[in-house]
């Protein structure tokens, strides 16, 4: 192999190496204000956002007809996610309470966002789950716990708002998460989170991810993806709007 040969090879390759840290970069987008929740993904406040795409199963196999946008937006006080979720049939727990948090929830549609602030112990984090019909769960899950989903008796404080468009088989989520819920240290360009989305979609219970956790299960913290708070989207970020 000649000398530009070789250069063309590591180039590639490093463009591949950066590709893939791109895929598992989420930006969210400082606003200057917060703002009544929203599931308008055309208002000027999510428009305001990159997205990133939920569209494979836990294993990476890829289900583009669930492919899933997820947008997020930040203030001084709150974090804000909106989920835009295609669906074939919705799986519904029957008696939804919105007033108060619905345990076990994971077992019907939801959209969830997994998030964590420390870096070192990684299998302490927080999880946040919305319905099509605006029923949540929020959660403070520690791995090291034999019974982690007793989480569920902590109170983050989060807002959830939520619209099912039953003509298009789209149902829309949106969360605004308090900051003091998740970390300590007040909100700032370039502070990063540990995070992953997921969706549990339909009566065969699919599972959507972002982050592929290479297991049956959501709850596999080494595989998540990361959250990068930002003041503005960079030139780089809006050229692929």
Not at 12 to 26: F, P, V
Not at 127 to 133: L, T
């Amino acid at each position: 192999m000649n000398g530009l040969a070789k250069i063309c090879l590591a180039l590639m390759l490093l463009s591949t190496i950066a590709g893939a840290a791109d895929n598992q970069l989420m930006e969210s987008t400082k606003a200057n204000e917060d703002v009544p929740l929203t599931t308008n993904p055309s208002s000027s406040f999510w428009r305001a956002s990159r997205p990133v795409y939920a569209a494979q199963d836990t294993y990476g196999k890829p289900l583009p007809r669930y492919r899933t946008e997820i947008r997020s937006r930040w203030t001084k006080d709150n974090l804000y996610f909106l989920f835009i979720c295609p669906y074939e049939k919705l799986h519904l727990k029957p008696s939804p309470h919105t007033k108060t948090e619905t345990f076990q929830l994971w077992d019907w549609d939801v959209a969830e966002v997994f998030i964590g602030s420390d870096f070192q112990n990684i299998r302490h984090y927080k999880e946040f789950e919305v319905s099509p019909r605006g029923e949540w769960i929020d959660l403070d899950i520690d791995l090291s716990k034999p019974h982690h989903e007793e989480g569920w008796k902590w109170n983050s404080g989060f807002q959830v708002a939520t619209r099912v468009d039953h003509r298009a088989h789209i149902w829309y989520a949106a969360m605004r998460i308090p900051f003091s819920a998740i970390d300590q240290r007040p909100p700032a360009d370039g502070i990063t989170f540990r995070v992953n989305l997921f969706r549990s979609q339909g009566p065969d219970h699919k599972l959507i991810v972002w982050q592929p956790t290479m297991s049956d299960t959501f709850h596999v913290p080494g595989r998540f993806g990361i959250l990068k708070l930002a003041e503005q989207q960079s030139p780089a970020e809006k050229q692929k709007l």
